[in-house]
């Protein structure tokens, strides 16, 4: 059973860089068909996806946050990193990394990293 475990600073500053990590054990995240995603859900809000990047390397952003997201991996790690540049209090969110089968633009995952909640504040 795959599990993933997210990481990183829990408060951010306005106008830096928000950097998380998923650690992914259970499953390689090179393989065939599986989508390593990054979704966040601001408080009192629904899911967003942020971002994913295939089991062949290729990423994929929303629209609304390209300009600022960058996803990369670590594949002698198992790990998959999400930057989030010149974040804004907007941005407070609890970050899940998940994984999913299809629907590679959206939320749907089958499996889900427990969240970490992200602030950013002066």
């Known amino acids: 059973q795959v599990q993933l475990q997210e990481s990183g600073p829990g408060l951010v500053k306005p106008s830096q860089t928000l950097s998380l990590t998923c650690t992914v054990s259970?499953?390689?995240?090179?393989?065939?068909?599986?989508?390593w995603k990054w979704i966040r859900q601001p408080p009192g809000k629904g899911l967003e996806w942020i971002g994913t990047i295939a089991y062949s390397g290729s990423t994929y952003y929303s629209p609304s946050l390209k300009s600022r997201t960058s996803i990369s991996r670590d594949t002698s790690k198992n790990q998959f990193t999400l930057q989030l540049s010149s974040v804004t209090p907007e941005d407070t969110a609890v970050y899940y990394c998940a994984r999913g089968r299809d629907a590679v633009t959206t939320t749907k995952s089958q499996f889900w990293g427990q969240g970490t909640q992200v602030t950013v504040s002066s």
């Open positions: 259970g499953g390689s995240i090179t393989t065939n068909d599986y989508y």
